[in-house]
């Protein structure tokens, strides 16, 4: 039986952070995270539909999404279509259903991080911040250091949005999943981000999901290869030596070995082509 005896919806974010000063209340976005797995201690639940958090917009070279955007909302949005090659669009995209994308908020989405969520790969890789209460701002790769919940997201600080900034237009992008059916949950995330002047890597990030419980930055792989000509066999050099130190989280499915594979196999394949 649900232990839920209050919903509130307030109409001011002051209102809302005084019900969350209630250790009894949490914050909810379209819930469906909530919905399954409600903490013992909570009894209310606050949402946050009427503070219009789901404004969408392009200021001068940064994007603005709002906290409360639904996943369906931002894979429509075609302001984002031609941005950073449409890495976001796609990510959004494969959220589950129409019917969960239309209730899976962006807040929601970054803080309880699943390794399947799709959203944290893909900001991951771009500069730009998530917005809290109090217009705080912490870097995406800064926030993802840690579980978003363990850092007081959905308690005392309820994410308003994310700032993004936005390409030159120099650069080239990819974003790949893969699971083994069309209905599972991924197994590996991989999104990318490269620019080459006469075949030297000027500038190179990768992200990948999925693999472990937070995303992760190939820092390692992206310092190997910058200032160098891209070959097959140093990135796949770099990839092995980088997975050493990544946590490979278990997964039922298949080895960790077949994960760090399937993964340096899709990277090289992404990279290899724009060139
Ligand atoms: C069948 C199914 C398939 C799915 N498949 C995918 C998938 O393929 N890829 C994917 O990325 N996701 C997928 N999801 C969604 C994902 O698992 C999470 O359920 C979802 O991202 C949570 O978003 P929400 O808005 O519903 O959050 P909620 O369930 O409302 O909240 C989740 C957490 O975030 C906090 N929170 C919510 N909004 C805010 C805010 N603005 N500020 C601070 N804290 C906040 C809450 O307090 C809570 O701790 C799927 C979900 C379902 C049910």
Same mark, same amino acid.
């Given at each position: 039986?649900?232990?839920?005896?209050?919903?509130?919806?307030?109409?001011?974010?002051?209102?809302?952070l005084e019900l969350l000063s209630d250790e009894k209340n949490m914050v909810i976005g379209g819930g469906t995270t909530v919905a399954m797995n409600v903490p013992g201690s909570i009894s209310?639940?606050?949402?946050?539909?009427k503070?219009?958090?789901?404004?969408?917009?392009?200021?001068?070279?940064?994007?603005?999404?709002?906290?409360?955007?639904t996943a369906q909302e931002l894979y429509k949005w075609e302001g984002i279509n031609n941005v950073w090659g449409g890495i976001l669009?796609?990510?959004?995209?494969?959220?589950?259903?129409?019917?969960?994308r239309n209730l899976v908020t962006v807040g929601g989405n970054i803080?309880?991080?699943?390794?399947?969520?799709?959203?944290?790969?893909?900001?991951?890789?771009? #500069?730009?911040?998530? $917005? /809290?209460? @109090?217009?705080?701002?912490?870097p995406f790769q800064k926030y993802f250091e840690k579980s978003p919940v363990s850092q007081g997201y959905g308690k005392d600080k309820i994410i308003t949005g994310i700032e993004i900034e936005k390409n030159t237009g120099n650069e080239g992008y990819f974003w790949e999943t893969f699971q083994k059916t069309k209905v599972d949950f991924a197994m590996t995330t991989i999104c990318g981000l490269i620019k080459t002047e006469n075949k030297i890597v000027k500038?190179?990030?990768?992200?990948?999901?999925?693999?472990?419980?937070?995303?992760?930055?190939?820092?390692?792989?992206?310092?190997?290869?910058?200032?160098?000509?891209?070959?097959?066999?140093?990135?796949?050099?770099?990839?092995?030596?980088?997975?050493?130190?990544?946590?490979?989280? #278990?997964?039922?499915? $298949? /080895?960790? @070995?077949?994960?760090?594979?399937?993964?340096e196999n899709l990277i090289v394949k992404n990279l290899m082509k724009g060139l």
């Open positions: 039986m649900s232990k839920i005896k209050k919903f509130y919806r307030p109409e001011n974010l002051d209102t809302a209310g639940l606050v949402s946050l539909k503070l219009q958090l789901s404004e969408m917009k392009v200021t001068g070279s940064k994007v603005e999404i709002g906290g409360g955007t669009t796609s990510a959004c995209r494969n959220i589950g259903s129409t019917l969960t803080v309880s991080v699943f390794p399947w969520s799709d959203i944290p790969v893909v900001l991951m890789l771009l #500069d730009g911040n998530v $917005v /809290s209460t @109090g217009n705080n701002k912490v500038e190179l990030r990768l992200a990948i999901g999925a693999v472990s419980v937070l995303p992760v930055r190939l820092t390692g792989v992206e310092n190997a290869l910058i200032g160098k000509e891209l070959t097959e066999s140093a990135l796949r050099e770099a990839l092995k030596k980088e997975f050493e130190n990544v946590k490979i989280r #278990d997964d039922f499915r $298949v /080895s960790k @070995g077949y994960i760090c594979e399937v993964t």
